[in-house]
């Protein structure tokens, strides 16, 4: 049983291995990236996986390392792709969740070059 922390959250940025303009903020000629931390809340060592939605569509998932009770990982997910300027909703979900802290979203505003 997995959560995810809720501070910092679920942050999304430039993808770094996709960016040749350098830009520091979401752009539609820069790809994106996510990063999150989960974390074990039940009582026996096991892996999540974390899935990542674009505007309700799936783009990706992320399977965690075998944690121990009580520990927890810290990611980031690239190559979540480029999109056209406008607002998008990123949601990452974690499986098996805890019933708790299995969701996160961000709504962010990528720009136009």
């Known amino acids: 049983m997995f959560v ?3 501070n910092p959250g679920l942050l ?7 960016n040749p303009n350098n830009h520091v903020i979401l752009h539609s000629d820069a790809g994106t990236k996510v990063s999150f931390s989960v974390y074990n809340a039940g ?3 096991g892996t999540c996986t974390v899935d990542i939605e674009i505007n309700n569509q ?3 998932s992320w399977t965690s390392s075998m ?11 690239k190559g979540l792709g480029r999109y056209p300027a406008g607002w998008y909703e990123f949601l990452a979900y974690v499986n098996p969740g805890a019933g708790y ?9 990528i720009l136009d070059p």
């Open 4 to 6: 995810l922390f809720d």
């Open 101 to 109: 802290s299995d969701h996160l979203i961000n709504t962010v505003d």
């Open 58 to 60: 799936w783009v990706k």
């Open 43 to 45: 009582n026996a060592s």
């Open 12 to 18: 999304v940025n430039v993808d770094d291995e996709d």
């Open 67 to 77: 944690l121990s009770p009580g520990t927890s990982e810290s990611t980031e997910v």
